[in-house]
């Protein structure tokens, strides 16, 4: 009988610490760069962009961290994801009412900010490169990164009247929707 309830207490021990474990990975919140949500109205639509925000943390970010050329998942962590509630003109072009993984090609003097049909995905594959698929881009617009007005830590979206904008470390890089 003391057996028994020996191996019970032990085995309930064992099941609490495995649980607990499992329940730390969950929280998002504590991952270095934490998930974030910018929501604004643009174009007469609702706009949300889900990403994950990653910090400069002193380290050289544009052409270094996140290198010029080459597609990346515009966050960190999952793909960023781009929500729209009503059909919207993105730098002229039309974007369906829909969810789209929200992915960019960063340059010096232009970008390509990529809206993607294929949503839920981690950003990256185990080799680096974006989990982007290019078969199911939906629409690719142009932008010009400017100089922001203030030093950004944080990797954020800003969602306004006139569009929405990418801002981090001393850069700005706005789209216009309408």
């Known amino acids: 009988m003391k057996k028994t309830i020996k191996q019970c207490l032990v085995l309930s021990m ?5 649980s607990s474990a499992i329940w730390a990975q969950d929280n998002k919140a504590n991952r270095p760069s934490p998930p974030a949500t910018a929501t604004g109205k643009a174009g007469g639509a609702t706009i949300t962009i889900n990403y994950s925000s990653p910090g400069v943390k002193g380290r050289p970010i544009w052409g270094s961290l996140v290198p010029y050329n080459q597609v990346w998942r515009a966050g960190a962590n999952e793909a960023t994801i781009f929500e729209t509630d009503k059909d919207i003109k993105v730098d002229g072009k039309t974007l369906k009412a829909g969810k789209y993984s929200l992915y960019a090609v960063p340059g010096e003097k232009e970008w390509t900010y990529i809206f993607n049909s294929q949503t839920g995905q981690w950003g990256v594959k185990m080799d680096g490169s974006t989990t982007e698929d290019p078969a199911k881009d939906v629409l690719r617009v142009t ?31 706005p789209v216009s929707v309408k």
Request: charged share 30%; net charge positive.
């Open 14 to 18: 064992a099941a609490l610490f495995v």
């Open 143 to 173: 932008a010009k990164p400017k100089k922001s007005k203030s030093f950004n830590e944080r990797m954020a979206y800003v969602v306004d009247k006139d569009g929405f904008a990418l801002v981090w470390e001393n850069l700005e890089v």
